[in-house]
């Protein structure tokens, strides 16, 4: 599934879903939960949640960095609702999909009078949906104080977005805006050179009739209607569209992609000694027209040189200031340009945490070819989950979406060999017989206690065994047992034997899970943050599993 989504996430694919959600839900956590949330949730209840998750994961990782948001505060909202996705339908994961075969082998040794009718693919749903809802509203309304806010270890090593780079860095308080330009306009057919003089702003991309430049040349004059990507202060950005009738939009819209972090951003590049570029002046040189650079700073000695003004300083017409040996070129570009760059001797890049990714749009037919194959193979035939996504992997291989080392990259091995250590540890808990000694001991403490109490320590068991052995494992031990009780206490078995199945998916509390440990080194969890997370949601799950099973059933 790892890679599967590498090569979806190497044609674009996954950018321009990322980019999707991000026009519906904006760049705010608890917008963007929602959307993230219920659209794995809705994947999962005819997927394995693991693939949904693992599916997801770079889409998660795109929109972490366009909306600067920590990894940490989306992957487990992600990876829990993935896992509550599985009780939507009754293939949504493998102990509801063994279900109907347990109680079919139960019925056997029930009276005719007590025999257990399948369960329908969406009899579930209602439970399933009301689920999801509760998991997406926990972490709308409480994800700020129970998520983490730690960022993963690859987070601090990518690149800074260029607002928090200038800022941080030079002092420059500037932000990027999208500003409308309407038909009629009386800034048509005004340079782009003589609005930045004037006005104190850099002119950073233009968008007319769907051709969109970045770094547009200097001389460009603006047509209506239009899109600018004006990088300066606020104030002034919204004086300046006021005093022209423009419209600044709450956000960025048409430029989302091109500044976002994985594609462009703020770049350091230092003048050597001996370069043939001293002497001369940006103007001279025409860097966007060249290089495709929109010169932001030119930092000398302990000064900062900007076009913008600031309460600290004047503005600089940087196009007039000749450059010196040792000047510090501030400059916002595309990836792409600087790595060209850094192959000039004239200049020396300093910034060298930056995506050097290629994209490979021209295979996005054979990446989704092959996504839609290992889908529709897992959906339609009875061939096994593994084989049907090595299938899809190597197609991504085969058609070179993906190169044998992109893929070995995309496989998060630490998140391999944590499951094959707790997948053993499973294994030898029911092998050994000790979860059937834990499970007849847990029993004898019930006996003799009303029938809801005993479906809540049902799903109580159930819960703690999917902690420590595979959902698949305890869901076939516990089935019979719990038919066994139900008949016993005068309980419907087929509700007792959907509280096995649905209550083991409740696992939040340890990441044992295989959603959980995928998403663990990612979102740079520790076992604390499952613990407090987690905990909060196993209740939740309880009661309101409970509550929906007696209401519907």
């Known amino acids: 599934v790892m890679i599967i989504g590498a090569g979806l996430d190497k044609t674009g694919l996954i950018s321009k879903v990322a980019g999707y959600i991000l026009k519906l839900g904006g760049t705010k956590e608890t917008h963007i939960i929602p959307i993230i949330s219920g659209s794995v949730g809705m994947i999962s209840s005819f997927m394995q949640n693991v693939g949904a998750a693992a599916l997801f994961l770079p889409v998660v990782s795109r929109i972490s960095v366009r909306a600067e948001l920590p990894m940490s505060r989306l992957l487990m909202p992600m990876g829990f609702c993935a896992i509550l996705g599985g009780t939507i339908t009754m293939v949504g994961s493998s102990p509801l999909i063994l279900l109907n075969d347990l109680m079919g082998v139960a019925n056997a040794g029930l009276p005719a009078d007590q025999q257990m009718q399948p369960f329908g693919l969406f009899d ?15 972490f709308i309304l409480f994800g700020r104080w129970v998520l983490p806010r730690q960022s993963s270890k690859d987070e601090g090593a990518s690149a800074q977005s260029m607002r928090n780079y200038v800022k941080a860095i030079y002092g420059l308080k500037v932000d990027i805006f999208e500003v409308s330009v309407p038909e009629g306009n009386i800034l048509i057919g005004h340079s782009l050179a003589d609005l930045m003089d004037a006005h104190h702003i850099y002119i950073i991309g233009t968008d007319y009739r769907g051709k969109r430049v970045v770094a547009p040349m200097a001389s460009t004059r603006i047509e209506a209607p239009c899109r600018l990507a004006i990088l300066g202060l606020r104030r002034v950005a919204e004086e300046f569209s006021k005093d022209f009738g423009l419209e600044v939009l709450p956000q960025l819209e048409r430029f989302s992609d091109d500044f976002a972090a ?21 103007g001279q040189i025409r860097y966007r027209a060249t290089h495709g650079l929109s010169l932001l700073g030119i930092h000398r000695g302990n000064e900062t040189l900007s076009h913008v003004e600031t309460p600290q300083r004047a503005a600089t017409r940087l196009t007039n200031v000749p450059l010196l040996a040792g000047d510090t070129l501030v400059v916002h570009t595309k990836w792409d340009s600087l790595t060209r760059l850094s192959l000039d001797r004239d200049y020396v890049i300093v910034t060298s945490e930056y995506p050097r990714e290629e994209v490979r749009p021209q295979k996005v037919g054979w990446a989704l070819a092959f996504f839609v194959l290992a889908i529709l193979m897992i959906l339609v035939t009875d061939i096994r989950l593994s084989l049907c996504l090595l299938t899809g992997a190597a197609g991504m291989i085969v058609s070179r979406v993906l190169s044998m080392d992109e893929a070995y990259d995309a496989v998060g091995w630490n998140t391999v060999f944590l499951l094959a250590s707790l997948i053993p540890l499973g294994v030898a808990v029911q092998a050994t017989g000790t979860a059937a000694w834990i499970a007849a001991q847990v029993l004898i403490l019930l006996d003799g206690w009303p029938i809801w109490a ?7 068991l159930a819960t703690i065994f999917t902690l420590v052995m595979s959902n698949v494992g305890a869901t076939v031990l516990l089935v019979p047992l719990a038919v066994s009780i139900a008949v016993a206490a005068g309980g419907n078995p087929a509700i007792f034997a959907l509280t096995v199945a649905i209550s083991t998916s409740n696992s939040f509390l340890i990441p044992t899970h295989q959603v959980n440990a995928l998403i663990m080194g990612p979102g740079g969890y520790r076992v604390v943050d499952f613990i407090r997370c987690g905990f909060i949601m196993t209740l939740l799950f309880l009661v309101v599993s409970m509550l929906m099973m007696n209401l519907v059933f």
């Open 262 to 282: 994985t594609h462009a951003g703020v770049a350091e590049i230092v003048v050597p000694p001996g370069s043939s570029v001293i002497g001369k002046t940006p």
């Open 124 to 138: 579930v749903t209602p439970i399933g949906i009301s689920l999801v809802v509760t998991g997406i509203l926990y």
């Open 454 to 460: 005993l479906q809540v320590g049902v799903a109580i």
